[in-house]
């Protein structure tokens, strides 16, 4: 029982340091020149930072694009040598 209590102490301790790092050292963080400008930067380009994934973001359409006509280039980057071996033939 005491090892159950000392794990909840531990879990309780590192809540609040995640809390404490995110209600008042990142914001402090974010006031840097270098910091703002990258905020800034990404705000402009159009990146939305509540993003939940990559692919939320417009631009990632074209990206895909671009991998797919890659993966379905026979000479491209994914291209895998058959080695001479037909599949499913003796």
């Given at each position: 029982?005491?090892k ?5 102490i ?6 609040v ?12 963080l974010?006031d840097?020149?270098s ?7 990404n ?13 939320d973001?417009?631009?990632m359409?074209d990206f895909?694009r671009?991998?797919?006509s ?14 001479g071996?037909a599949?499913?033939?003796?």
């Open positions: 029982m005491k159950r209590i000392q794990k909840l531990y879990l309780a301790l590192a809540l340091m995640m809390a404490v790092i995110w209600l008042s050292v990142l914001p402090r974010s840097i020149p910091v703002r400008d990258r905020i800034d930067r705000r402009n380009a159009g990146v939305n930072p509540t993003a939940v994934f990559y692919t973001h417009p631009g359409a895909e671009n991998i797919q890659r993966v379905e280039a026979p000479n491209g980057w994914f291209w895998k040598p058959s080695y071996i599949v499913g033939s003796r």
